[in-house]
């Protein structure tokens, strides 16, 4: 949706690489949340952070994988040593609040996404 | 833990016909969203449903809540071809910071 960036779009990486995506949130939200969408399937949370802190990290795989939202910049997902089965597409939400949805309105707007290919 | 379930999986449906996209949910939910996404893009928001007996309409989608059933409908009325999309149900669990979205419902429109 409007004003949540991701880069890149598209992703290719060989298996071994570290993959880093990066989200923008809508400026003045200072609550992301990351989603992993697999082929066909619905999307999975991960990691919902605030600045500079790590508030859920429940759905985020114990190993390779780190999530951080610097105080300055934009948050970034970190996958180390990528595997064929980390080919999905990566999408941020942000919100400006606690609980996406406080109003009439939705308030957690969903990036464009990064799509990633471990070849 | 809250699951959310979507059905069918799979809708294949003619220009001008009717039907429903059903979203259950397992546990207490507060409010209920519902998503479109066309292949290869982002998810758009169509409602957020916040009180039972919710219904919100926005052209030939329409959109219900029953929290004592945990149920949510996305009912489609005379179906056109731009509707074809996949459509996913998220709930919000009571007191949690999180989405928990359905499987997702493949709908085609054809001529």
């Known amino acids: 949706n409007a004003g949540v960036m991701q880069n890149p779009r598209h992703l290719v990486r060989r298996r071994g690489q570290e993959a880093r995506l990066r989200c923008s949130p809508v400026?003045?939200?200072?609550?992301v949340y990351w989603y992993r969408q697999l082929p066909e399937e619905g999307l999975k949370f991960m990691v919902y952070l605030q600045k500079e802190n790590i508030i859920d990290e429940s759905g985020m795989p114990k190993e390779r994988f780190s999530a951080e939202f610097p105080k300055e910049g934009p948050s970034i997902l970190r996958i180390q040593q990528v595997v064929r089965g980390d080919s999905a597409a990566y999408f941020c939400a942000s919100s400006p609040r606690e609980r996406p949805g406080e109003a009439s309105n939705p308030e957690a707007f969903f990036g464009q996404g990064t799509r990633l290919t471990v070849v | 833990e809250l699951k959310v379930e979507q059905n069918p999986l799979f809708l294949s449906m003619q220009e001008g016909k009717n039907y429903t996209i059903y979203c259950n949910y397992s546990?207490?939910?507060?409010?209920l969203y519902w998503y479109r996404q066309d292949p290869g893009k982002s998810l758009e928001s169509l409602f957020v449903l916040l009180s039972n007996g919710a219904v919100k309409q926005e052209g030939r989608l329409m959109a219900s809540l029953d929290t004592k059933a945990r149920l949510s409908t996305l009912h489609i009325t005379a179906a056109v071809h731009d509707l074809s999309a996949t459509y996913f149900c998220?709930?919000?669990?009571?007191?949690?910071?999180?989405?928990?979205f359905g499987q997702g419902t493949r709908l085609t429109i054809n001529p």
């Open positions: 998220a709930a919000l669990n009571q007191g949690a910071q999180k989405l928990v």
């Open positions: 546990t207490t939910s507060d409010r």
């Open positions: 400026k003045g939200h200072s609550h």
